[in-house]
């Protein structure tokens, strides 16, 4: 059974930071590119970042490049995300996803990123 658990969201102010992790089991995790979404009150969920399996390749959405660094450790099933200067723009639920063949499919269940003063 494929589980994906999110951790790390918290409450920050605007220009903090946050380390938020993905922790994947029942695959082999090291086979998979694997992306962070997120979903804003009000707001269609959009795609944050994205890695490959071996960690080589990167992308970003453009409102998070340079603030935002996506990483992995295979070794321990766990993906992360560093966000830093946090604006509350970036408010939202953070997924941690699996890609298959292209396709985001499975969906961990969220955690809640609030940057208020």
């Known amino acids: 059974q494929v589980r994906l658990v999110e951790s790390g969201g918290d409450l920050v102010q605007p220009g903090g930071s946050l380390r938020l992790s993905c922790v994947g089991s029942?695959?082999?995790?090291?086979?998979?590119?694997m992306s962070w979404y997120r979903q804003a009150p009000g707001k269609e969920r959009e795609l944050v970042a994205r890695i490959s399996n071996n960690n080589k390749n990167t992308n970003y959405a453009d409102s998070v490049k340079g603030r935002f660094t996506i990483s992995r450790d295979n070794a321990k099933n766990t993906m992360y995300l560093q966000m830093n200067n946090l604006k509350p723009e970036d408010t939202g639920v953070y997924y941690c996803?699996?890609?298959?063949?292209?396709?985001?499919?499975?969906w961990g269940q969220g955690t809640q990123v609030t940057v208020s003063s």
């Open positions: 996803v699996r890609r298959i063949l292209g396709n985001d499919r499975d």
């Open positions: 029942g695959f082999t995790f090291s086979n998979y590119a």
